[in-house]
């Protein structure tokens, strides 16, 4: 099994689902330099590096000791506790002593903080925009656990305009950003285009048709409004700073912290930053980041 090795030599594998910006300011990076797999129900295109595995049902296929890092990018929230809990004794077995796992997942208790804030304004004032921000706040924590078709009421309430641009960006960072811009935003969350080379762009327009694929559209024409568990946007649980450390304790990592966007032990971190915007210093995704390692001496085998 030939495997990707980063710059530094190190073999490391990046494990994640979805999200066409993230695949847009990421992609580049990972499908190069990390070994990739995709958390999806059924195969997509071609990709760099990279192999489609419905971890809900199928085992991480390496053997043990082989990596360096692993990076979990909104992966666990996707599967159910139970599917987590083995899903991360894997990660420890193809790991190497010493070494390193990161998980991001949504933040649970930032959801609940918000919620919480956003009610309280509503109630006290009851103007159209508190009451925008109120509806998103519920949405962030229940509305991927009962869709019932891909983009739900996320998606409906963009097409209609009714939504908050700060608070997007507030608690989804860059990732709604596409489904505002072909609306035709103007507001905070389009950015600026940047000047790309034609090879980048010819990157940029692979790694796009393949993450219109992993999130299940269809091609021009047909319906993309397909069951949330064919695409696995559904979300199964929800992880907060504590729930992620115990689940990662009871796979046996040690030394486990919760760290920000921009910090972590996995070496050259800083190069890779999958976590910050490219946008800016901002969070791609704001997520609750945990890491845990492999300790050096023989531990539990799964």
């Given amino acids: 099994m030939t495997l990707t090795r980063a710059t530094d030599g190190t073999v490391n594998l990046h494990i994640w689902r979805e999200g066409e910006e993230y695949l847009r300011q990421k992609g580049p990076t990972f499908l190069k330099e990390w070994n990739n797999i995709v958390f999806a129900a059924r195969p997509g295109p071609a990709l760099a590096n ?8 199928a085992p991480i296929e390496f053997p043990g000791r ?97 939504y908050d641009d700060g608070q997007l960006r507030h608690m989804f960072g860059d990732m709604l950003r596409p489904l505002v811009e072909r609306r035709g935003s103007v507001g ?17 327009r692979k790694i796009r048709r393949g993450a219109r694929t992993i999130l299940g559209k269809a091609p021009a024409g047909g319906s993309n409004r397909l069951d949330p568990r064919v695409t696995k946007e559904a979300v199964q649980w929800m992880y907060d700073r504590l729930s992620l450390r115990l689940l990662l304790d009871e796979a046996g990592f040690q030394d486990i912290q919760q760290l920000d966007h921009v910090s972590s032990n996995i070496p050259q971190w800083s190069r890779y930053d999958f976590d910050r915007s490219n946008n800016g210093g901002h969070p791609l995704d704001p997520s609750v980041y945990l890491e845990g390692r492999r300790p050096e001496m023989p531990g539990r085998v799964r």
């Fill in 66 to 162: 082989t990596f360096d890092a692993v990076y979990s990018y909104h992966v666990f929230e996707h599967l159910t506790p139970s599917q987590g809990a083995r899903c991360a004794g894997q990660i420890f077995n193809v790991l190497k002593p010493g070494g390193i796992f990161r998980i991001s997942v949504p933040d649970l208790e930032m959801a609940c903080v918000d919620y919480l804030d956003t009610l309280r304004a509503a109630v006290e004032n009851p103007t159209p925009q508190n009451v925008v921000r109120y509806g998103w706040a519920v949405m962030a924590i229940f509305e991927q656990m009962v869709r019932d078709r891909t983009g739900g009421l996320m998606l409906e309430r963009i097409d209609r305009g009714e």
């Fill in 188 to 204: 905070s969350l389009a950015g600026r285009h940047h000047q790309r080379s034609s090879a980048a762009r010819m990157v940029l």
């Fill in 50 to 57: 990279t192999r489609y595995v419905d971890l809900s049902a």
